[in-house]
């Protein structure tokens, strides 16, 4: 028979790709730890890792068992905690996706001090632009910008936020500010892969959906605002995104008002689910600190 310690060896081992590692986590000896897993293996009669000196990987019966067991033992600790008899300290991996604006400009500054309150938790961050689905990709939670498309997430607003054109000075002062959609679109544009395509709002309040001339295409937001800075084009980005340079006179907005659906505003996503439920809502809890501060608010 095996033991909730064992699952929780085996869950240590997995999410940190290690016997040695995995030990080190729960506070035993690596041979205890290869010992605790032979045994979970034994009981099971099933081969949950492959694994030699230097890696380990799940077996496809052994991804099922991860899963579920790490579900389970979420709620145990969960259940602990509840009661009373629990540690407030969080350990374990927490996955989180985000733009790089945001990892970069905001929760990065944060982290120090959180780390410090709970040391034992590893952080595997996702800074990616692109819409990253968070049950298929094995991710805890998302910060995420913009409307809130998939009714199924439990979604907590952070902040509100708004998309506007911008440029630097020198490059306005090279090419002209635009005064009109078609003097936009004679000129040269940063972008992300998706943005060539844009919603505007015309002289008579319609909406007239363009394609921007972009010269540029950059993999990520930091990348946008760089190139943009530099006097590369026009760009597309959310205003908290560049408060500092907005501040700085690094860049100005270009054509207020005339983006079809300006409003992005900052969500705190977890799935349904909600397999690490107790780490998200703390690490949550300092994401809207964060933002909170930022904003000024109560």
């Not at 943009?228 to 980005?237: E, N, P, R, T, W």
């Amino acid at each position: 028979m095996y033991s909730v310690d064992d699952l929780r060896t085996f869950i240590a081992i997995v999410e940190t790709q290690g016997v040695t590692s995995g030990a080190r986590r729960v506070g035993i000896s690596p041979a205890t730890a290869s010992h605790r897993l032979g045994k979970l293996e034994a009981a099971l009669k099933l081969t949950l890792l492959h694994r030699n000196s230097r890696t380990v990987r799940l077996t496809d019966a052994g991804q099922i068992f991860f899963e579920r067991t790490q579900a389970i033992i979420t709620d145990l600790e969960q259940a602990e905690r509840d009661a009373g008899g629990g540690t407030s300290e969080l350990t374990g991996h927490l996955r989180v996706t985000m733009s790089p604006w945001i990892l970069s400009r905001f929760l990065l500054p944060a982290l120090r001090g959180f780390q410090r309150e709970h040391p034992q938790l590893v952080f595997d961050f996702l800074a990616v632009d692109r819409f990253v689905p968070l049950t298929a990709e094995g991710q805890d939670c998302a910060i995420r910008v913009g409307q809130m498309a998939d009714s199924a997430m439990v979604a907590r607003k952070l902040c509100d936020n708004h998309r506007i054109i911008c440029a630097s000075p020198d490059f306005l002062a090279h090419h002209g500010a635009p005064e009109t959609i078609s003097d936009l679109l004679d000129l040269p544009w940063v972008c992300l892969p998706w943005q060539r395509r844009l919603a505007l709002r015309d002289a008579k309040g319609r909406k007239r959906d363009v394609t921007v001339g972009s010269r540029v295409l950059v993999s990520n937001s930091d990348m946008l605002t760089d190139g943009s800075v530099q006097g590369l084009g026009l760009a597309v980005k959310s205003r908290l995104a560049i408060k500092a340079e907005l501040d700085a006179g690094q860049l100005v907005e270009v054509f207020p008002g005339k983006l079809w659906e300006p409003d992005a505003p900052i969500w705190f996503v977890v799935p349904p689910e909600a397999r690490s439920g107790h780490k998200a809502r703390v690490f949550g809890d300092m994401v809207r600190k964060v933002f909170r501060d930022m904003d000024g608010g109560d």
